[in-house]
């Protein structure tokens, strides 16, 4: 017998779901930031382009404005590439780090959220002015999960250059 489309939609939703929480393949987020002494946040490992606030903001930049281009039609972008990353020389001081992890986290909870409402087709194209036809929730969930492997490795090994992952 073969699936429903949807028993397919519903079962795509549950990976989805899965996938932008990092169960599966990734160290989840909330390891990834785990007991991360504040003097690590802004420092630079020889060599490295970014610290782990840079990193982290970026996530929390690009998974906001993913969320918003897939829930707001009057939502714009900010401007590729320099809008997507802390403006040069922010730091994580005076609870900065904390709001950002806490942005990112509630953003993407908001976009699993999406991601659930059996009401919304994930196949269908987004309603935004600047979404060509294969932007639908699917796909940006995708580039979503994808970008956060990415990023969350990066910052995994950020922090074992900086000496600041904990030793198995």
């Given at each position: 017998?073969?699936?429903s489309?949807?028993?397919?939609?519903?079962?795509?939703?549950?990976?989805?779901?899965?996938?932008?929480?990092?169960?599966?393949?990734?160290?989840?987020?909330?390891?990834?930031?785990?007991d991360?002494?504040?003097?690590?946040?802004?420092?630079?490992?020889?060599?490295?382009?970014?610290?782990?606030?840079?990193v982290?903001e970026?996530?929390?930049?690009?998974?906001w404005?993913i969320?918003?281009?897939?829930?707001?039609?009057?939502?714009?972008?900010?401007?590729w590439?320099t809008?997507?990353?802390?403006?040069?020389?922010?730091?994580?001081?005076?609870?900065?780090?904390?709001?950002?992890?806490?942005?990112?986290?509630?953003?993407?909870?908001?976009?699993?959220a999406?991601i659930?409402d059996?009401k919304?087709?994930?196949?269908?194209?987004?309603d935004h002015?600047?979404a060509k036809?294969?932007h639908?929730?699917?796909?940006?969930?995708?580039?979503?999960?994808?970008?956060?492997?990415?990023?969350?490795?990066?910052?995994?090994?950020?922090?074992?250059l900086?000496?600041?992952?904990p030793?198995?």
């Open positions: 017998m073969t699936p489309t949807s028993d397919l939609q519903h079962d795509l939703r549950e990976r989805l779901i899965d996938a932008l929480a990092g169960a599966n393949a990734h160290v989840p987020f909330s390891e990834v930031v785990r991360l002494p504040a003097d690590a946040r802004d420092r630079r490992p020889a060599g490295a382009p970014h610290s782990l606030f840079d982290l970026h996530l929390r930049i690009t998974t404005d969320l918003e281009f897939s829930r707001d039609s009057k939502h714009a972008s900010p401007s590439p809008g997507y990353w802390p403006a040069q020389g922010a730091t994580s001081a005076n609870g900065a780090w904390e709001k950002s992890v806490a942005a990112y986290e509630r953003d993407l909870k908001s976009f699993a999406l659930a059996p919304i087709d994930l196949f269908a194209r987004i002015p600047d036809p294969h639908t929730l699917a796909r940006e969930a995708m580039v979503i999960v994808d970008h956060n492997g990415y990023h969350w490795g990066e910052m995994v090994l950020l922090r074992r900086l000496g600041a992952w030793q198995p």
